[in-house]
């Protein structure tokens, strides 16, 4: 077989520690496979490492240390080394930092952890009782299968007392059965929806591409409740019906509860999770068997693209446009686009759906790079939800007061339907701003150039930047002056303040990342609110993003306004997609939605475009000035962020970067900056940005590690660059 090396020849590794090269090591007794997983010594230590090819063998032979053992794990494949390869070139990360992210399994390589089973036992319990006999119920419905603890107690609805006593008198047999084992199989031809006609044509299109066996990335482009999730199902079950992997990505834990349901609807199974909220065994568990092809399917977070898959067909980005799918510390990547590598490494397919894509997949599939497929009706009789602007000018609303009479009264409308409504503002905590009325002071951060947001919840003062908190204080900080301090501005703690006020007699329900301790509770709190369990949901970008309440018929939107300010050129791309977003929420099931926006700016043409719901026509307008300004994706753009605990030194060190452009010069780009970065100080740390545009199609990265190379980083200078930053 190719790449094996025997006993004693000299293979490079490479390890997981922070060193900018592969290290020559002896392979140990028994040989090993490029992309083994090892153990190396390093000093002394032992560390993690992965064969990466043939060793260089410019050391001394005597000198080199042998690998101390070949780790029980299925070895990385080629696709995946190369992916890791050219993911770290485009994003400019060192390859050790690439494979930390491939390696994030707990107990990699340990031997695998055993739990306890049961089966059916040869007697019968001395005494039978109810419990003990739905357990005895459940095993034999089993045929002969086992079952872990936890399902049966949970099964036969008893305590694990109750097997553990019928297993000591042998009713039930408990066996020890390893931890790691496989997901149940997924079933393409189950449970499969009878599609609409555009839906059956789309999905015709991706099966096909699926079973092509060739790269294709397809942008999936459908209004919100068309019916997209069913159609992409059609090409993961094309996937498994190829016997290929598929991986779905959602851009928010708090929508996997309700995805896995839809899986188990569609395959009759559950699939794979992998995001930060899922245990540690768990984890181990479906690293181990996605590497093995016992987990066809995995739904999960952006950290899924660097799962050992097998055979990787098909990856779905669900609402692609979505930001958090930017990872915006340590290794600055975008999983839409990473998707895309990947699956053009592996001849796999990728779908990017969503009712709002981004530009750059617009404009993607505008230039033929990507096909693109639309659904522009909603599912069954359901209607797209009708958009009205309220005009907040002149409403003279009292001080502290952001519901205005028209939305009030169509939430009052509302309930007294018996259906619900839905108050969306774009911000968490209770007031943005506290202020001294004494002296004017506002409350800032002391580590960041932010101001502290009052949680009244947390009963705290917090930075969004670095999470500070503090107790919020009695007396100006600065003049000292008592019971001065006042909230100024709305979050979405103090809308339900007045919505309380305005709608006594309305259950309501707050959706905010920081209300929720666990994802549990969230998940339940979205399952009540679907249930009708609530009258008014009052929430945050959270509850923007796929969710489905098919009570909702009222979208009232606090302050449509509030993206559009600052001078970010995604500004109106950004306000356009979360406006028509949340509106979506709005009439998903039989009855009609509305959506109001309140809005001091109504003929804003950001705003107009919103309500005209002419997208292609916003669209080609925003390209137009992109394009125009040579901005992406018409244009490449990269962050240089420069960052020290002195002020100074971080403005010398840009300022000399901007004199000393020759590398970039010769691509024909341009250094803008320095100037302070959007936050100009975070965690006590100043910040200032370079950014680097250059025209689409030159080599950027080999220019920006040159032009980088010059400069030396002393003492506290750090330097991060971001290739395609989120905000210009
Ligand atoms: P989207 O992902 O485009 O927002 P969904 O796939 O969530 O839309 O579909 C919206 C609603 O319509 C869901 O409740 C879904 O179950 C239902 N639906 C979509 N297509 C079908 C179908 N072919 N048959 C039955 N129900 C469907
Ligand atoms: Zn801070």
Known sequence: MDGFYDEGTLVAVLTTQPLDRLLDYRAPEGGCFEGAFVEVPLGPRKVLGVVWGPGRGDFDYAKVRSVIRVLDAVPMRDELRMFLERAGDYTLTPLSAMLR??????????????RKIYRLGDTGPERMTDARRRVLEVLSDMGGLALTQAELAETAGVTPSVIKGLAKQGAVREEEAPR??????????????????????????????????????????????????????????????????????LPEIALTAEFLT?????????????????????RRRVWKQVAQGGAQLVVGARSSLFLPFRDLGLIVVDEEHDTSYKQEEGVLYNARDM????????????????????????????????????????????????????????????????????????????????????????RRGYAPVTICRACGHQIGCPHCDARMVEHRFLQRLVCHQCGETVPKPA???????????????????????????????????????DLFGSARALKAEIETIAG????????????????????????????????LQGSDLRAAERTFQLMRQVAGRAGRAEKPGVALLQTYQPEHPVIRAILSGDEEGFWKAEAEERRAAGMPPYGRLAAVILSSTEVQ????????????????????????????????????????????????????????????????????????????????
């Open 649 to 728: 030194e971080v403005f010398d060190l840009g300022n000399a970067m901007a004199r000393q452009d020759a590398p970039l010069r010769r691509l024909g780009a341009q250094v803008y900056g320095p100037a302070p970065a959007p936050i100009a100080r975070v965690r006590g740390r100043h910040r200032v940005r370079l950014l680097v545009k250059a025209p689409k199609g030159v080599a950027l990265q080999p220019a920006l590690v040159e032009w980088a190379a010059q400069f030396r980083l002393k003492g506290e200078l750090r330097m991060a660059i971001d290739i395609d930053p989120q905000s210009f």
């Open 180 to 249: 790691d084992t496989a997901f149940p199989r997924l079933d393409p031809g189950y449970g499969g929806k009878a599609l609409a006609e555009d839906q059956a044509r789309a999905a015709g299109v991706l099966r096909e591409g699926v079973a092509s066996g060739r790269y294709g990335t397809t942008l999936l482009k459908g209004v919100t409740g068309s019916g997209k999730t069913e159609v992409y199902l059609e090409a993961v079950a094309e996937a498994l019906q190829q016997g290929r992997q598929a991986l779905v990505l």
């Open 262 to 282: 839809r899986v188990e609807a569609r395959f009759g199974a559950k699939p794979a999770e992998w995001h930060s909220g899922v245990t540690v065994t768990e």
């Open 532 to 563: 009708g369990g609530a009258d008014i949901i009052i929430g945050t970008q959270l509850v923007a993003k796929g969710h489905n309440f098919p009570l909702l018929t009222l979208v009232g939107v606090i302050d449509a306004d509030l993206g």
């Open 101 to 114: 992210l491939a390696t994030r399994a707990p107990g990699l390589g340990d031997a695998p952890s055993m």
């Open 475 to 513: 007396a100006c900080p600065s003049c000292e002056a008592e019971d001065k301090l006042a909230a100024v501005g709305p979050g979405v703690e103090r809308l339900a303040e007045e919505a309380a006020e305005l709608f006594p007699d309305a259950r309501l329900a707050v959706l905010s990342s």
């Open 339 to 426: 998707a895309v590598l990947r699956a053009s490494i592996c001849s796999g397919r990728v779908v990017l759906a969503s009712a709002t894509p981004s530009l750059e997949s617009w404009a993607n599939a505008d230039a033929g790079k990507y096909t693109r497929l639309d659904l522009t009706s909603r599912f069954g009789a359901s209607a797209l939800p009708e958009m009205r602007t309220i005009d907040m000018r002149g409403q003279d609303l009292p001080s502290n007061r952001w519901v205005s009479p028209a939305l009030q009264a169509a939430v009052t409308a509302r309930m007294a339907r018996g259906e619900q409504a839905m108050l969306f503002i774009n």
